[in-house]
């Protein structure tokens, strides 16, 4: 009985204990990585007294106690969570932008996504917080998180770029203040115990292009 009961507080402590930080969107032109809060909030696995330890390994067929963040065929994922590991379907648009070394190209083609994203905006819906999701998560649309690539990939040709590089991309985005901001997105995972991992982005961040 008391290696049932351990077992199951350490199980319910498994999404919370199995939370993965979060990275930069789109890590693809070497931009850097960034950690955000997490979605549920880690919670270590609960000391067990020693008298009730001994108790447990002295039954008949006893065996150690599971982490909570082990399960069958488990393997942590060490790698930027990207906007491909949430929507793999996205994958034949964002493979068709421009490289970043042809800035003036692929200003057209954010301004472009840019507009898509306007017109087809994702949408808030309830979570499923028994896996890793927080209560309200936003779930973009297709436009929206070519648009956010499209817009991480265009402010990291910018970075350093020269005068004749911005003027380019300046005139490609044409005059209005607004054509140089977008929305872009973070991703997170959960894994969760003898459920899966599970991808999730965060709510819509206002960027503004470094011109």
Known sequence: MRRLAVTALLA??????????????????GKGRES???????????????DELAAINAEPDAAAPA?????AGYTAKTTPDTVLDYRASVAGDINALPPVSDAAV???AFADWRAR????????????????????????????LVAAEAGDRL????????????????????????????R???YRHSDVMGSGRYFYASKPKEAVLPL
């Open 12 to 29: 319910a402590l498994s999404v919370a204990a199995c939370s993965k930080p979060t990275d930069l969107a789109s890590n693809a032109n």
């Open 155 to 182: 402010s990291a040709a910018l970075q350093g770029a020269d005068d004749t590089t911005k003027a380019a991309v300046a005139a490609a985005l044409g005059d209005a203040p607004e054509a140089r901001i977008y």
């Open 106 to 108: 692929l200003a057209t």
């Open 184 to 186: 872009r997105f973070d």
């Open 117 to 144: 994203a306007a017109a087809s905006p994702g949408a808030q819906e309830q979570g499923a917080v028994q896996l890793g999701a927080d209560p309200q998560e936003y779930r973009p649309s297709d436009a929206e």
């Open 36 to 50: 955000v809060p997490a979605a549920a909030t880690g919670t270590p696995p609960p000391e067990i007294p020693a």
């Open 67 to 71: 982490s909570p963040n082990i399960a």
